[in-house]
């Protein structure tokens, strides 16, 4: 099973950016369809982003309050997925997580569709 680990996390003022990266070991990279979780205090972990095996921009999925502002990534042969974060909000505000998974790019959108996930990085807006 692919292991992750979360990096690029931080505080940043509103309107700033930050681009998170995951860079995953001890499996195919490309056999694994990557998603972008985030989990505020007190809320349930939410979907961010999502991307195919293949990667590119038709690839991608988003919720809807960062379309525009935010963009997924991937390199296979770095083995990394990015989340580039632009117009940053405060409700932002988050513990972010990547999730791998494994042999296809359907329901990407579901966090039980994912078995391997990162340990997270703290993502801080301040208004």
């Known amino acids: 099973q692919v292991q992750l680990e979360e990096s690029g996390g931080g505080l940043v003022q509103a309107g700033g950016s930050l681009r998170l990266s995951c860079a995953a070991s001890?499996?195919?990279?490309?056999?694994?369809?990557m998603g972008w979780f985030r989990q505020a205090p007190g809320k349930e972990r939410e979907f961010v982003a999502a991307i195919s095996r293949a990667g590119g921009a038709g690839g991608s999925t988003y919720i809807d309050s960062v379309k525009g502002r935010f963009t997924i990534s991937r390199d296979n042969a770095e083995n990394t997925v990015y989340l580039q974060m632009d117009s940053l909000k405060p409700e932002d505000t988050a513990i972010y997580y990547c999730?791998?998974?494994?042999?296809?790019?359907?329901?990407?959108?579901?966090?039980?569709?994912?078995?391997?996930w990162g340990h997270g990085t703290q993502v801080t807006v301040s208004s």
């Open positions: 001890g499996g195919t990279f490309s056999s694994y369809a």
């Open positions: 999730a791998a998974r494994f042999g296809s790019d359907w329901d990407l959108g579901r966090k039980s569709a994912y078995k391997s």
